[in-house]
Each structure stands twice: as C-alpha cells, then as structure tokens.
C-alpha cells in the first residue's frame, strides 16, 4: 500500500513537500512514480524514482520545480514543489511496486506500477 500526504493549500509562489509512505512491499526494491491529475484532466505523470541508484525522471512541466528523492530507511519518497503556480492545483498520486523497478522510458503513462496511493490535493491560489 501507498499513503501521499503533505498537500494543502497554499498561494502562488510557495513551496510544498509531499511525502508518499509504503508498506506490504519491498519498497527499496521498486521504482516509484508521482502523478497528478487537475480538475477536468487527464493523469499526468510528475516524476519518478529508481530503486537501487535513485536515478530520477521528471515530466517537461516538473523540470526545475520539482524534486523527487527517496528514503529507503523510512519507505519514503518525496516531491518538493517550490515557487507553486495556480496551474499545479491537482490530486497528486504516488505509485509503486507491480512490474516497475526502474523508471524507464515509459513511467509517465503509469503502467506496470501495483499500487497507487489515494492521492493528496494540492491548491493553489493567485
């Protein structure tokens, strides 16, 4: 199982931390990917995480704001979201385990992961 939590809301320009917690699974042993989904869109992959080298991935739109790291101690991994815009206001999912030990080139359409956590929502406002 997966649990993200850390959303909130917060004004434009703000940071926040996600965290997505793990259990019932090796967790050190799988790749682990963020997504999001905004009112009225599709999913959209943010950014994933090897297992073993921690090697990360980030969507074209995450490039520079986002940064994803992993805790194996604490079956955790983060997404820090800094200088937040009004267009990052979406749930964002954290997924893990299935098929997916490495990221690869083809994480962002959010196959082969096992689990997906419930989603946290994150708002932000002008």
């Known amino acids: 199982q997966l649990q993200a939590s850390g959303g909130g809301s917060v004004q434009a320009g703000g940071s926040l931390r996600l965290s997505c917690t793990a259990s019932?699974?090796?967790?050190?042993?799988?790749?682990i990917g963020w997504f999001r989904q905004a009112p009225g869109k599709e999913r959209e992959g943010v950014s994933c995480v090897n297992s073993g080298n921690g090697r990360t991935w980030y969507a074209d739109s995450a490039k520079g704001r986002f940064t994803t790291s992993r805790d194996n101690a604490k079956n955790t991994v983060y997404l820090q979201i800094d200088s937040l815009k009004v267009e990052d206001t979406a749930v964002y999912y954290c997924?893990?385990?299935?098929?997916?030990?490495?990221?690869?080139?083809?994480w962002g359409s959010g196959s082969d992961f096992g689990s997906w956590g419930q989603g946290t929502l994150v708002t932000v406002s002008s």
């Open positions: 019932g699974f090796t967790f050190e042993s799988y790749a």
């Open positions: 997924a893990g385990g299935g098929l997916r030990k490495y990221c690869g080139t083809a």
